[in-house]
């Protein structure tokens, strides 16, 4: 009786396995399906066809079109183009990992680490319309460095604040600075050659006149706590690769259980046979 038991517990958890594949399936072919499709009334620069962009392959596409040509003549100008694309195909809000889109990370995440199932695989936030601060900044960061950019993170952290992260690019003898979540006022930035944010933090005129929409304390509490970061490798890199291998195991778990199963079918299961 109890090997019986045990048998069809066996086979329920492959096939409940088996299930969550096809639902993960569904969501990756089926993108209407995917439950987080959400959007929110902030007054963000969103555009809601970009959506369609949902790969970083379609996202560095767009930014050539509206460039006009996959080669690069103007640095500054392909710089502020992906800057725009990024600022109006998200509206600012995080996007995890759930049920239906890698559910190991959202089962493990939580016991190692909650911010583990914030997404930072770029062609993975780009199925949804929200996006955090850092993950705006790494769709911008992964397109330019694939066109040859050297660029660099600019992070901020101010105790009573909070966090932010955006970034900087080196064109023309200078560091630049992007900004594409909170969305600074780029007729400002672009008067005044688009300066890093050294230079900003150095002259706060321009720095509350390039976030009119922001309280000037706050502007000035949080960007002057900024801390430059030479990368050269994507952010994030811990977490993408926690988020690929718990992606790929989501797809191919059943998979191994059910092989786990077959093994212990015939090493407990099967009836030896007689000498």
Known sequence: ??????????????????QIFLMELTVKLYPRFNEQLE???FNDQYDPSLVRLDN???FTAFCDSLYGSNEISDS?????????ATRFRFQHGYTWYHFGHNYIAKILAPLVDKTLSAIVV????LKYPLAACSQQ????LKVLMDKGFKVRKVGFFEPTIGGHFCYEVFYNGGWHFYDPDREPDEKVLLDNHRPGIQYLVANPTILRAAYP??????V????????????KKLPGWKARLFQQTTKFLSYTSWIFLGLLYFYIEKKFFTPKKKK
């Open 220 to 231: 000035m509490s949080l960007y002057k706590s900024y801390k430059i970061s030479n990368i």
């Open 213 to 218: 929409r922001d309280d000037s304390s706050f």
């Open 76 to 84: 500054a100008k392909y710089a502020n183009i992906v800057n725009t």
């Open 1 to 18: 009786m109890k090997k019986r038991f045990l048998h069809i517990a066996l086979i329920l958890i492959v096939c409940f396995f088996f």
């Open 122 to 125: 770029p062609d993975d936030m």
């Open 137 to 140: 900044s790494i769709i911008s």
């Open 56 to 58: 970083v392959k379609k």
């Open 39 to 41: 959007t929110r009334s």
